[in-house]
Nanobody
Framework: QVQLLESGGGLVQAGDSLRLSCAASGQTFSSYTMAWFRQAPGKDREIVAAVSRMDYTYYADSVKGRFTISRDNAKNTVYLQMNSLKPEDTAVYYC????????????????WGQGTQVTVSS
């Protein structure tokens, strides 16, 4: 069982930066694929970025060049550095984990955090 706890969301202006953190419980964090998803009102949950246990990364086209996902296995934490934020980045951001290679479908992730709100004003 893995428990995930996100932090770092907030209200910012367009062009600002935020760093989200996701702290995971458990001793096998390093073996998990970790991902960030987001869900805006009225929209489906979509993947933002993922990092495999081998540190391979995936980014949605909409965030490439602006967001960076990273993990610190010693701290059981995954981060999402978000730069040049846009109003369309406004959403609840969720951390997710699965003990298999990364996929983009949220239905295939086993563990989820409670989410953290990111609001970007224009």
């Amino acid at each position: 069982q893995v428990q995930l706890l996100e932090s770092g969301g907030g209200l910012v202006q367009a062009g600002d930066s935020l760093r989200l953190s996701c702290a995971a419980s458990g001793q096998t964090f390093s073996s998990y694929t970790m991902a960030w998803f987001r869900q805006a009102p009225g929209k489906d949950r979509e993947i933002v970025a993922a990092v495999s246990r081998m540190d391979y990364t995936y980014y949605a086209d909409s965030v490439k060049g602006r967001f960076t996902i990273s993990r610190d296995n010693a701290k059981n934490t995954v981060y999402l550095q978000m730069n040049s934020l846009k109003p369309e980045d406004t959403a609840v951001y969720y951390c997710a984990a699965r003990n298999r290679p990364y996929v983009t479908s949220p239905n295939l992730y086993d563990y989820w955090g409670q989410g953290t709100q990111v609001t970007v004003s224009s």
